[in-house]
C-alpha cells in the first residue's frame, strides 16, 4: 500500500520553461511535506519543505503547492536548467502526531532538462 | 566539513553470513535514519532514531537491526543477510524530525548472493 505515489517515472522539459512535478498521499494524518533531489551516484539533498497549515512556499526557483483537500502537492521548477536533471523523491510526514521520524517517499520522477 | 560517512561503499556478499554497515555524522545531529532504493519503489525507511538509545521501526525493518549507542554513529547490521536486502543504502542525519535539512550519505551498494 503506497501511501505516497509520483505516478509520472519520468518527465522531460525544455531549459527556461517550467518543470511540474507531482505526488499524490493517502494519509490525511500526514502534516509535512517535502522534496528531495538526487543525482546519479550521491545521496538524496533536501530542497525544500511544506507544513500542513500552508498551500505555498518558494524558496528561488523552486515552489512547492500543497492541496489538502486533493492529498496533492507539486513542486514547480522556474526557470529549468539542465542543472535540475536529476530524480526527484517527494516525502511525506506526521510531525504533529509525534512520527516527525518516519517519513513515506515516493517511488520518484526523473527530470530531464534539454538545452 | 558537515557530511554524513558511511562504509562500505560497496559489499558483495553471501547469504546468511552477517555483516555491519557503518554510518556517522558530524553536526551533532540528533535524528538519524537508514534508507534503501530499489528500482520502482524509491526509497523505504528502514530504521531511524530521535537520539541515543532511543530507535524506531520504520516501513521495512523485518531483516535489520540498527543501534544508537553514541550521538554520532548508527550501524545497520544484517543479521543474516538473503537476496532480497541487496540494494543501495542510505544512511541520513539531521537536527530535527520531520525530514527537512536532512543530509544524506553517499550510499552502500550491497549485493547478497
Known amino acids: 500500500d503506497q501511501q505516497v505515489k509520483q505516478n509520472s517515472p519520468s518527465l522531460s522539459v525544455q531549459e527556461g520553461r517550467i518543470s511540474i512535478l507531482n505526488c499524490d498521499y493517502t494519509?490525511?494524518?500526514?502534516?509535512?511535506f517535502l522534496w528531495y533531489k538526487k543525482y546519479p551516484a550521491e545521496g538524496p539533498t533536501f530542497l525544500i519543505s511544506?507544513?500542513?497549515?500552508?498551500d505555498k512556499n518558494e524558496d528561488g526557483r523552486f515552489t512547492v503547492f500543497l492541496n489538502k483537500s486533493a492529498k496533492h502537492l507539486s513542486l514547480h521548477i522556474v526557470p529549468s536548467q539542465p542543472g535540475d536533471s536529476a530524480v526527484y523523491f517527494c516525502a511525506a510526514s506526521m510531525v504533529y502526531y509525534n512520527q516527525g521520524g518516519k517519513l513515506i517517499f515516493g517511488q520518484g520522477t526523473e527530470l530531464s532538462v534539454k538545452p | 566539513e558537515a557530511q554524513v560517512t558511511q562504509n562500505p561503499r560497496y559489499l558483495i556478499t553471501v547469504t546468511g553470513k552477517k555483516l555491519t554497515v557503518t554510518c556517522s555524522q558530524n553536526m551533532n545531529h540528533e535524528y538519524m535514519s537508514w534508507y534503501r532504493q530499489d528500482p520502482g519503489l524509491g526509497l523505504r525507511q528502514i530504521y531511524y532514531s530521535m537520539n541515543v538509545e532511543v530507535t524506531d521501526k520504520g516501513d521495512v525493518p523485518e531483516g535489520y537491526k540498527v543501534s544508537r549507542k553514541e550521538k554520532r554513529n548508527f550501524p545497520l547490521i544484517l543479521e543474516s543477510p538473503s537476496p532480497n536486502q541487496t540494494s543501495l543504502y542510505f544512511c541520513?542525519?539531521?537536527?530535527?524530525?520531520?525530514?527537512?535539512?536532512?543530509?544524506f550519505g553517499p550510499g552502500t551498494r550491497l549485493t547478497v548472493l
Open positions: 541520513a542525519s539531521s537536527l530535527r524530525v520531520g525530514g527537512s535539512g536532512q543530509f
Open positions: 494519509n490525511s494524518m500526514f502534516d509535512y
Open positions: 511544506i507544513s500542513s497549515i500552508k
